[in-house]
């Protein structure tokens, strides 16, 4: 173990998507945290990879500058430098994870490799109030849905998972069915608060145990609003915010009850959420009114941990840090 007499400062890299992403902390206190997002992608209505690891290679170097003058560090005083390896995007993955590898070799500092769920997860460690272990997450995002036994910051079970889409796929997915811009999901909950959510009444799958499918949501979706405009070619318009109401409440309720399943079973209290859709309203209002009920205490992270940020590979780096938990500078990143 390192001298914990002397401060800790982790210099992290986040770049699996379409963000570049870097933050400095010092003992587990963020110091800063910076995001540069990629507007190429909205012509596109969606993330093009190709694009997204150009435009990281363009964003790397003055993100970084900039996270380490807000932090008013200098690179002399960083003790490890922390990246995301997985999973995520390879082309992404790979500007990032060579840009922290070569920071390291040129330093002569630890390099840190973060698994980008992992990652989510632990966002809920900083700042106060915090989680005690072992706590319950429920980890939702674009492309993985799942709820974690979160023992320590090194320990985590994955008691349930998607068996096929994630709920953020739902989100955004229907956003385009709607004509909604990319990135649809904010749009959703806009229009969502000026709707009512009890409208539209959308199945819910009936998958056994603490696993997820959200594959025939979308399907149903789809098919309502194709025999409803058929009928009528004004209908999305007409009725947006009770739409967007109807498919939001039913994903929300879908999370929520396999969230109230898992306390059950594992008899846990301690319950966060985490993940780009943790941002969502209706799920952060609905947990913390279903824990409040339920007896549970319940952490939601602030909304700049909940997407795709550095500061969240910076806890989790922090925690590998302690642990003396290096990777070698042949590690490489892995879409999966």
């Not at 109230?260 to 609905?286: F, M, Y």
Request: some cysteine; aromatic content about 6%.
């Amino acid at each position: 173990m390192p001298d914990n007499s002397e401060p800790v400062t982790i210099l992290a890299i986040e770049s699996s998507c379409d963000d570049t992403a870097a933050a400095v902390c010092r003992d587990g206190e963020m110091l800063s945290n910076l995001v540069a997002g990629q507007q190429v992608h909205l012509k596109w209505g969606g993330v093009v990879p190709e694009l997204a690891s150009r435009a990281h290679m363009q964003h790397m170097v003055p993100v970084v500058d900039t996270a380490l003058k807000e932090a008013g560090i200098g690179l002399p005083e960083i003790d490890a430098i922390a990246f995301t390896r997985s999973p995520g995007l390879i082309g992404s993955l790979l500007v990032g994870a060579e840009f922290a590898k070569s920071l390291a070799y040129a330093l002569g500092k630890p390099l840190v490799a973060v698994d980008h769920m992992q990652a989510h997860v632990l966002a809920n460690l900083i700042g106060t109030p915090r989680p005690t272990f072992p706590f319950l997450c429920l980890t939702v995002s674009g492309g993985h849905t799942q709820i974690v036994v979160c023992h320590s910051p090194d320990q985590l079970e994955v008691i349930g998972k998607t068996g096929d889409d994630a709920a953020g796929e739902a989100f955004d997915k229907t956003a385009k069915i709607l004509g909604l811009p990319y990135p649809g999901g904010p749009l959703i909950d806009r229009h969502g608060k000026q709707g009512n959510g009890e409208r539209f009444l959308f199945p819910e799958p009936q998958i056994p145990g603490l696993d997820f499918s959200f594959s025939g949501l979308k399907t149903a979706i789809l098919y309502f609003i194709q025999r409803e405009t058929a009928a009528n070619p004004h209908f999305v318009a007409e009725n947006l915010a009770d739409i967007c109401a109807s498919v939001q409440h039913r994903i929300v309720t879908i999370l929520l009850n396999k969230l109230k399943k898992a306390a059950v079973q594992t008899g846990i209290k301690e319950v966060c959420i985490a993940g780009g859709v943790s941002a969502n309203s209706h799920l952060r209002t609905e947990l913390t009114r279903l824990g409040e009920a339920l007896g549970w205490n319940t952490y939601i992270p602030d909304f700049s941990y909940c997407t795709d940020n550095a500061a969240m590979i910076a806890i989790a780096g922090y925690y590998k840090y302690l642990e003396q938990d290096f990777s070698p500078l042949s590690v490489v990143p892995s879409a999966r």
